[in-house]
């Protein structure tokens, strides 16, 4: 990057600053005549001083510059009167005005889009050079600190970037102008308007200075707490685990104060700025009224000169501030970029062309994978890996053995081209591995460490992430959205980014071995069957939901396993129990009131469970039915056993899970409820007071609370409501419920439920678990396992994977890597958060996979290392010796103290 902000602005857009500069210089001599004509039409227009009536409009529109008549319109002879000419010059005032405010619309609007390129082009090359720096950047430079240099740090760049060149050619233009009108009506006043402009141009940039010594610190600091913020929300855990919070709190007061302190004194120079430049701006008008005043007096100046001088010297102050705030912007601007630009060079970045170059063919590399002398140091010097030289041949499978701090890890990522040497040369396929691309050693090669990372989206963004290098196919596009890319394209081109199609389809389908997103998918879940995640992704896919619309033929399978559940259901009483189907003449007693009202599934919130009681078409349903006062009376009885129930307990007690519907928070309110209530004459409650009551009755579950309050009565008047609600639902509010229906696909409701049809029963001994395995043998009985677990490809998996375990995490990530087929894969303790079970199956899984190919796996045990065709020993940074385990086991001194310590 260059230098200088300057440097940066004059080189991505010098022909736009100089556009806008030619624009501010075209718009000067319109702006002169903006002041003469205000000037001509007091003293000739409206005083008739120095002129006769009828005038020849032809020879009088003109200007006198240095002595000369410039013609406006050119000469024509027309003789018109006095009102006449006060009106044509009215006229050309306004005409003036609409021709300068266009001038500032549209070099305004020039300058806007210019500012807003360029600050797109620096963000977009900030944010490459941030995939480009040397990992170890990233231990001395947090997110905390990356993240608002990208944002909000540079966001004032594109302001000043707009206004570079353009902004003091405008306004310095624009300032010399008004000044050279003021001098050719009368010097003296002239002088004296602007006598002490000089003090403030020597003034005003040292205290700008010392400002902006104070921003430069203000930056820092705001950085450092925005780091701070970043540690505590990754450290939160650690946080309450050890009752740090107010150590914590303390620290991150300690720095709000020094911020504080900065910019308290930051205010003070500002003001103190402001205060000088107001001060000095308002001697001009004393000046004009004393001076001129005195002049017009003794009859040596024209009151209509005074005037026009008057309303010139007032729009002098606009320009005037402006470059004042443009110098104070260009400093400030200048500190912001030299800082950015210092923190995003770091020593060891590569080179753009790293991340941009694509070969011309990418053959499955061959031969070795050879070192020599690797060194590694820290940023203390001190070697973690030290002169490693190593042959490894491409067809044969690897183990790296040693104790933590062996230099395994390092060596694994310089080998995998994520780190590279301090000295040492790496060749990869007789290629040297440094001028590699990172297209080759990015689709060739894999990495996992014990920490992978996952992406926020779905299992299948994450998993199929790997094979997305460039975009292979293009998008069709047509009338409007033709246009519409064609415009991405234009502005991507004109800010310097990629100009890729994000809508394309970027997977490369060659390098997983498949030729369309179907059989991707199947390759996917069969990548995730071998490292042992396929059980989880089905039960993804159990609770995931489809669209019957664009998947019927799943639909369809769903429906014949439902029918086919209840088949098996109805020839074991034993399983009759587990599950209470959905009937539409019936009353579910292990669904809540509100369900079995409703019998649907609410889309939207206009129905949302939890304020039904302040539904207007649900209140009038239970009017309708005369349910109105017996829900108040239902909910009070829920209120009042509550309380009773409660009222000694503890908030974390079973009871407040049982009856989840009321939390100990709601107990106060639910107890002032009661003692302010009548029960006798619950109708005259306050509207806030009944929805409150009448909202407990559709939360019970007859089967799970077991109060005896939902009676037979109140079942048969809600299935009574239940037909209402439906038969009279309004139209605006038809597709705010999908009802329950045995012979169509529900939705809203996700593959389990629409294959149960109905509520697993409360009460029943492990009825989840026998309910989910008999769901099972439905779907793999009907051939719908498979399918099912593709619609759990589709789970989110949360920001970083957090709705993940880490187990779970760790394998998506290895079959990320063996998705793409690489051909040489390495690992770095990528199995540890895994059980014994799990780390087994899949060493044994990849062992096999990569009969014939290349695989380095720093093991976190030694005796992992056993099935492995050699094994590097890796002790204090040094390869100490390298051959099979059968004999290293046995000579080597170090393994057999890291089997022993096992």
Known sequence: MEKTIYGYVWRFSRQQQITMTLMSAASLPFLYLFYEVPKTIINEAIQGSGIEFPLNLGEKLTISVLGLDIPLLGPFDLMIDQVPYLFVLCVLFLVLVGVNQ???????????????????????????????????????????????????????????????????????????????????????????????YPLQLWLIPKLQRRVNLLGKERVARVRRLSDKISETVQSVQETHAHDTSNFVLTDFANQLFWIYGVRERIYRQKFVIKFLNNSIQQLGPFCFYSIGGYFVIQGELEIGTLIAAIAAHKDLAAPWKDLLTYYQMQSDASIKYDVVVSQFGPAGMRGPEYQMDEPDSLAPLTGELAATNLTLTDDQDVAVVDGVSLRLSLDKRYAIVGTGGSGREELTMLLARLLDPDNGNLSLGGNDAALLPEAVTGRRMAHVGASAFVFAGTIADNLFLGLKHRPLKAVEYSGEAAKQRAFYVDEARRSGNIDYDPDADWIDYAAAGVDDPATLRLAGLAALTRIGMNDEVYRFGLRGTIDPQDRPDLAAGILRARAGLRERMAGDPALLDLVEGFAAESYNLNASVGENLMFGNPVGGAFDVEHLAEHAYVLDVLEQVGL?????????????????????LPPDHELFQQFSFISADELPDIQALLHRSDRANLGVLPEEDRSLLMSLPFKLIPARHRLGLVDDDLQTKVLEARRYFAEHLPDDLQNAVEFFDMEKYNATANIQDNILFGKVAYGQAQAAERVGDLVSEVVDEFGLHETVAGVGLNFQVGIAGSRLSIAQRQKLAIARA???????????????????????????????????RCLIWSVQRASMAENFDEVLVMRQGRLMEMGSYGVLSQSNEHVKELLESE
């Open 102 to 196: 266009g001038f500032k619309y549209v070099i305004n609007v020039y300058k806007g889009l210019t500012g807003e390129r360029m600050l797109r082009r620096l963000r977009f090359e900030l944010y490459s050079r941030v995939l480009r720096f040397p990992l170890p950047t990233f231990r001395k430079m947090s997110q905390g600190e990356i993240i608002p240099m990208i944002t909000a740090e540079v966001e004032p760049l594109g302001g000043f970037i707009g206004d570079a060149f353009s902004l003091p050619a405008f306004q310095g233009g624009y300032l010399v102008t008004i000044l050279s009108f003021l001098f050719m009506q009368d010097w003296r006043m002239a002088m004296a308007a602007v006598a002490l």
């Open 628 to 648: 109105t006062e017996q829900f108040l009376s239902v909910g009070f009885q829920v209120a009042s056993t509550m309380v009773e129930l409660f009222a000694d």
């Open 818 to 852: 063996l998705l793409k087929r690489p051909d040489i894969l390495i690992l770095s303790e990528a199995t540890t958060p895994l059980d014994s079970a799990g780390q087994a199956l899949i060493m044994d899984a990849l062992l096999a996979e990569f009969e014939g």
